[in-house]
C-alpha cells in the first residue's frame, strides 16, 4: 500500500496521560500536514512540514501538542498531559507540490480521553 | 477560522437522482477542492478547479466556481448508495495550505 498510513488507528487514554500518533506519508512527497477533527466539522489545520522544517502552526495547536518530522520522512504527533477536549480524530496528509494543492489523507487517529 | 461554508448542511435523495451541494467562500482563491469523506474515516480528494476555470468534470462529477460570487457547486449525477459521505470543499485562502468547510452530509436512500 502506497497510501499515507497512520498509527495508532485507535487511542483511549485517561486524563492527564501522554500520546504520540505517527504518519507515514507517500515516500515522495515533501509536504506533510496535522489536522485535527470533531464530529460534525470539517478537518482544522494544525500544522505542517516542507522536508522536515515544520513551517506553519495554527493557534489551536497548545503548547502540550508538538509535532517532529525528523529526517523529513514519517512524522509525529504528540500531546502532552491530554485533556478531554483533545478527543478528535487527528489526520495526517501528504502532497507532492508545495503549492496548497491536492492532499492525500491518512485514515487518521481517533484519540478518545477519559 | 473556516473559510468554506457548505450549504445544505445535509442532504437526502433517492437513488438514482442527482445531488447538488454549494461552497461559499470569503477571501480570495487560486484553487479550490472538493473531498469526500465516508463515515469516520480519512478523505478522498475528488476534483480541483483553479480561479481561471469556470466548469470542470471528472466521472460524475460536475463542479462548478464562480469567483464573482465566491462560489462554487458540487453535482454529483445519478447518484448510488456508495455516494452516501460527507462532502467539504476546501480553499487555499490560508497561503500554503488549505483551509475546510463544515461540509454537507449526503444521505443517498435506496
Known amino acids: 500500500d502506497t497510501g499515507v498510513s497512520q498509527n495508532p488507528r485507535h487511542k483511549i487514554t485517561k486524563r492527564g496521560q501522554n500520546v504520540t500518533f505517527r504518519c507515514d506519508p507517500i515516500?515522495?512527497?515533501?509536504?506533510l500536514y496535522w489536522y485535527r477533527q470533531t464530529l460534525g466539522q470539517g478537518p482544522e489545520f494544525l500544522t505542517y512540514?516542507?522536508?522536515?522544517?515544520?513551517?506553519?502552526k495554527s493557534r489551536l495547536l497548545s503548547d502540550r501538542f508538538s509535532a517532529e518530522r525528523p529526517k523529513g520522512s514519517f512524522s509525529t504527533l504528540e500531546i502532552q498531559r491530554t485533556e478531554q477536549g483533545d478527543s478528535a480524530m487527528y489526520l495526517c496528509?501528504?502532497?507532492?507540490?508545495?503549492?496548497?494543492?491536492?492532499?492525500?489523507f491518512g485514515p487518521g487517529t481517533r484519540l478518545t480521553v477519559l | 477560522s473556516q473559510q468554506g461554508e457548505e450549504d445544505p448542511q445535509a442532504l437526502s435523495i433517492q437513488e438514482g437522482e442527482n445531488a447538488t451541494m454549494n461552497c461559499s467562500y470569503k477571501?480570495?482563491?487560486?484553487?479550490l477542492q472538493w473531498y469526500r469523506q465516508n463515515s469516520g474515516r480519512g478523505l478522498v480528494h475528488l476534483i480541483l478547479i483553479r480561479s481561471n476555470e469556470r466548469e470542470k468534470h471528472s466521472g460524475r462529477l460536475r463542479v462548478t466556481l464562480d469567483t464573482s460570487k465566491k462560489s462554487s457547486s458540487l453535482l454529483i449525477t445519478a447518484s448510488r448508495a456508495a455516494d452516501t459521505a460527507s462532502y467539504f470543499c476546501?480553499?487555499?485562502?490560508?497561503?500554503?495550505?488549505?483551509?475546510f468547510g463544515k461540509g454537507t452530509r449526503l444521505h443517498i436512500l435506496p
Open positions: 515516500s515522495e512527497h515533501n509536504r
Open positions: 496528509a501528504s502532497s507532492l507540490s508545495t503549492k496548497a494543492d491536492t492532499q492525500y
Open positions: 512540514f516542507q522536508n522536515e522544517a515544520q513551517l506553519e
Open positions: 476546501a480553499t487555499d485562502a490560508g497561503g500554503d495550505k488549505i483551509i
Open positions: 477571501t480570495s482563491i487560486n484553487n
